[in-house]
């Protein structure tokens, strides 16, 4: 999936072909029993619905001249019987088609969404989210259909094709030929469309990206616009993403209706000659029941046609979106285990940096021949001026990224040869952005560890000092919070998910910038019990406030790549480096 912005549009970087569609029928062929039945169901509907002609033309041509009452009747209700049974075979094919496309929109989505918790940070930090949500939910709806119905249709309409061509022929074949002649105009304009119509609807799903990507964006920035008074701005800047979306979308619609008027155009042409025909042969050569029977497979000839020209501007729609689809579910996984990955056994907790250099971007390294022993239970504070690499630091222990060169050990255990879930199961993380999850508070501070009993829960929250806030709440753990915790200031934010953390009892506590949005007086109360909790456990602590990590085992300060200053809170004062001065500077202000 490209790397790019709201307002420019994404280019694939392979040209569509055939095995698009063929790599969809993976999804068919898990339906094949319903899809087989729902065709056999489809071809005995059409099939009685060919017989009325027949009759029709035997009523008129033989059992009206004859007077034959009996023979009448009985064509009657072999009519009737006819278009019942078309009518239930067409409803039972409807309900299993209407299953195999849900499921189909099941699995697709299943697939996406297992692969798009596979993807490295990198993928997104790089790509607009609101583009990803419109491939997993707006573009698997648009192929379902055709993955569906549009198979059975397709195949339906060549069988029907086929089955009108034959019993048209069976009434007379001069006049099934003039019919037909059609077909081979259609299908030339029908080439000549195709490209035209792919690059339209191309088009159209760019637009529908960049519109997605933008009021996704927008949605989650509502507040920064209103407290910066942007609606105006942002009101044209969606408006301008609306009208080209309006505009693809117009120039499709026109370029795919071409086909259409082609189709209604030939067939009124062609039927209005077989009349021609038909009329001046009236005779001894066309009883008049032929020729309203050859008009009636006429008009049934040419619907199909028009409906699998219907079905290409489907096909051609769902194209576009499986192009997406499939890269999406293409995309690399950079972070990934090893072929060869064992389990990474219970750790103490030491860790050892080995001339480790990384970049994001594989230009500039953000560190460069990074070394660092840490022994189990020592807590180890990062402080440097922002972008050093603090946070980075962190995120390669946990593998969120892969490093470009050294080597990173946990208990003397390469970590690029053990499985991600071995390794990050025994680490408790708290990232910057401190994400709730819309439901319970219970839920959210068990999210990291299913099995919690509420005691534990409850023991982690009053560790972190969140239960006193949790319990004044109207109906404390139970309580239903919203997306993104909207319904929490950010300080009660932090504690709920300093209590996440805390609960999986982890081997190694990664704290990045955990008390960033606390108050002074809840921060000295955390501290308390925090002190028991990091006893014993290896932790990393990033932090700008110097005074909560004033205890900690070992200060490094981060910058130009590495470690420039490393010791005590006390060591790093004597020596009046950058540490000091960051200190001071604190103190002062």
Same mark, same amino acid.
């Given at each position: 999936?490209?790397?790019?912005?709201?307002?420019?549009?994404?280019?694939?970087?392979?040209?569509?072909?055939?095995?698009?569609?063929?790599?969809?029928?993976?999804?068919?062929?898990?339906?094949?029993?319903?899809?087989?039945?729902?065709?056999?169901?489809?071809?005995?509907?059409?099939?009685?619905?060919?017989?009325?002609?027949?009759?029709?033309?035997?009523?008129?041509?033989?059992?009206?001249?004859?007077?034959?009452?009996?023979?009448?009747?009985?064509?009657?209700?072999?009519?009737?019987?006819?278009i019942i049974l078309s009518i239930l075979f067409a409803r039972a094919r409807s309900k299993y088609m209407i299953v195999v496309g849900q499921e189909i929109i099941y699995d697709i989505r299943k697939d996406l969404f297992e692969h798009l918790q596979k993807l490295s940070f990198q993928f997104y930090d790089d790509r607009p989210h609101g583009k990803i949500l419109t491939r997993v939910i707006n573009y698997v709806n648009s192929v379902s259909d055709a993955l569906s119905n549009g198979i059975i249709n397709f195949v339906l309409e060549i069988f029907n094709?086929?089955?009108?061509?034959?019993?048209?022929?069976?009434?007379?074949?001069?006049?099934?030929?003039?019919?037909?002649?059609?077909?081979?105009?259609?299908?030339?304009?029908?080439?000549?469309?195709?490209?035209?119509?792919?690059?339209?609807?191309?088009?159209?799903?760019?637009?529908?990206?960049?519109?997605?990507?933008?009021?996704?964006?927008?949605?989650?920035?509502?507040?920064?616009?209103?407290?910066?008074?942007?609606?105006?701005?942002?009101?044209?800047?969606?408006?301008?993403?609306?009208?080209?979306?309006?505009?693809?979308?117009?120039?499709?619609?026109?370029?795919?209706?071409?086909?259409?008027?082609?189709?209604?155009?030939?067939?009124?042409?062609?039927?209005?000659?077989?009349?021609?025909?038909?009329?001046?042969?009236?005779?001894?050569?066309?009883?008049?029941?032929?020729?309203?029977?050859?008009?009636?497979?006429?008009?049934?000839?040419?619907?199909?046609?028009?409906?699998?020209?219907?079905?290409?501007?489907?096909?051609?729609?769902? !194209?576009?979106?499986? #192009?997406? +689809?499939? =890269? $999406?579910? %293409?995309?690399?996984? /950079?972070?990934?285990?090893?072929?060869?990955?064992?389990?990474?056994?219970?750790?103490?907790?030491?860790?050892?940096?080995?001339?480790?250099?990384?970049?994001?971007?594989?230009?500039?390294?953000?560190?460069?021949?990074?070394?660092?022993?840490?022994?189990?239970?020592?807590?180890?504070?990062?402080?440097?001026?922002?972008?050093?690499?603090?946070?980075?630091?962190?995120?390669?222990?946990?593998?969120?990224?892969?490093?470009?060169?050294?080597?990173?050990?946990?208990?003397?255990?390469?970590?690029?040869?053990?499985?991600?879930?071995?390794?990050?199961?025994?680490?408790?993380?708290?990232?910057?952005?401190?994400?709730?999850?819309?439901?319970?508070?219970?839920?959210?501070?068990?999210?990291?560890?299913?099995?919690?009993?509420?005691?534990?829960?409850?023991?982690?929250?009053?560790? !972190?000092?969140?239960? #006193?806030? +949790?319990? =004044? $709440?109207? %109906?404390?753990?139970? /309580?239903?919070?919203?997306?993104?915790?909207?319904?929490?200031?950010?300080?009660?934010?932090?504690?709920?998910?300093?209590?996440?953390?805390?609960?999986?009892?982890?081997?190694?506590?990664?704290?990045?910038?955990?008390?960033?949005?606390?108050?002074?007086?809840?921060?000295?109360?955390?501290?308390?019990?925090?002190?028991?909790?990091?006893?014993?456990?290896?932790?990393?602590?990033?932090?700008?406030?110097?005074?909560?990590?004033?205890?900690?085992?070992?200060?490094?300060?981060?910058?130009?790549?590495?470690?420039?200053?490393?010791?005590?809170?006390?060591?790093?004062?004597?020596?009046?480096?950058?540490?000091?001065?960051?200190?001071?500077?604190?103190?002062?202000?």
């Open positions: 999936m490209a790397r790019n912005r709201f307002d420019v549009d994404e280019n694939l970087e392979t040209p569509f072909n055939i095995k698009h569609l063929l790599r969809a029928g993976v999804y068919i062929g898990r339906h094949k029993k319903k899809m087989i039945l729902s065709l056999l169901y489809s071809a005995i509907s059409a099939a009685c619905a060919l017989v009325g002609p027949l009759l029709i033309q035997r009523a008129i041509d033989v059992a009206v001249p004859e007077k034959n009452i009996g023979e009448l009747v009985l064509l009657s209700v072999l009519m009737l019987v006819s094709l086929i089955l009108i061509a034959i019993f048209m022929f069976a009434c007379d074949v001069k006049l099934a030929l003039i019919v037909m002649a059609g077909v081979p105009l259609f299908l030339v304009l029908v080439l000549l469309i195709k490209p035209a119509q792919r690059r339209a609807w191309q088009d159209v799903s760019n637009k529908s990206s960049n519109l997605n990507a933008y009021l996704h964006e927008s949605l989650d920035g509502m507040k920064i616009t209103q407290a910066f008074t942007r609606e105006e701005e942002n009101a044209g800047i969606y408006d301008k993403l609306n009208k080209n979306c309006y505009k693809t979308w117009m120039k499709a619609q026109y370029t795919s209706n071409l086909v259409w008027y082609s189709v209604d155009n030939i067939s009124t042409w062609v039927v209005g000659a077989m009349y021609l025909v038909g009329l001046m042969m009236l005779g001894p050569q066309v009883q008049i029941g032929t020729l309203i029977a050859i008009s009636s497979y006429a008009w049934r000839f040419w619907q199909p046609i028009l409906n699998l020209a219907n079905l290409y501007n489907t096909f051609i729609n769902a !194209v576009a979106y499986l #192009e997406r +689809i499939f =890269e $999406m579910i %293409d995309e690399p996984v /950079t972070v990934d285990d090893a072929p060869d990955a064992s389990e990474l056994p219970p750790i103490q907790g030491n860790v050892t940096f080995e001339n480790v250099t990384f970049s994001y971007d594989g230009a500039v390294n953000i560190l460069e021949n990074f070394n660092l022993q840490v022994r189990a239970g020592e807590s180890i504070a990062l402080v440097g001026p922002t972008g050093a690499g603090k946070t980075t630091v962190v995120n390669l222990i946990s593998r969120f990224y892969n490093i470009n060169s050294g080597r990173l050990l946990l208990d003397g255990h390469d970590i690029a040869g053990v499985t991600l879930h071995s390794l990050r199961s025994q680490m408790g993380i708290m990232l910057q952005d401190s994400f709730i999850f819309s439901g319970t508070i219970m839920d959210n501070i068990r999210y990291g560890r299913l099995d919690a009993t509420d005691e534990e829960v409850i023991a982690a929250a009053k560790t !972190v000092r969140a239960h #006193e806030f +949790i319990s =004044e $709440m109207e %109906d404390g753990y139970y /309580t239903q919070v919203n997306e993104r915790g909207s319904r929490l200031s950010q300080g009660q934010k932090q504690l709920v998910a300093f209590a996440r953390t805390l609960l999986s009892d982890p081997k190694i506590l990664v704290l990045d910038e955990a008390t960033s949005s606390i108050d002074a007086k809840t921060e000295r109360l955390l501290q308390e019990g925090l002190q028991a909790l990091l006893k014993g456990r290896t932790s990393f602590i990033i932090a700008h406030r110097l005074s909560t990590i004033k205890n900690c085992d070992r200060i490094l300060y981060i910058s130009n790549k590495g470690i420039a200053e490393m010791g005590t809170h006390e060591e790093l004062l004597r020596q009046e480096g950058n540490y000091y001065h960051l200190y001071t500077a604190q103190l002062e202000s």
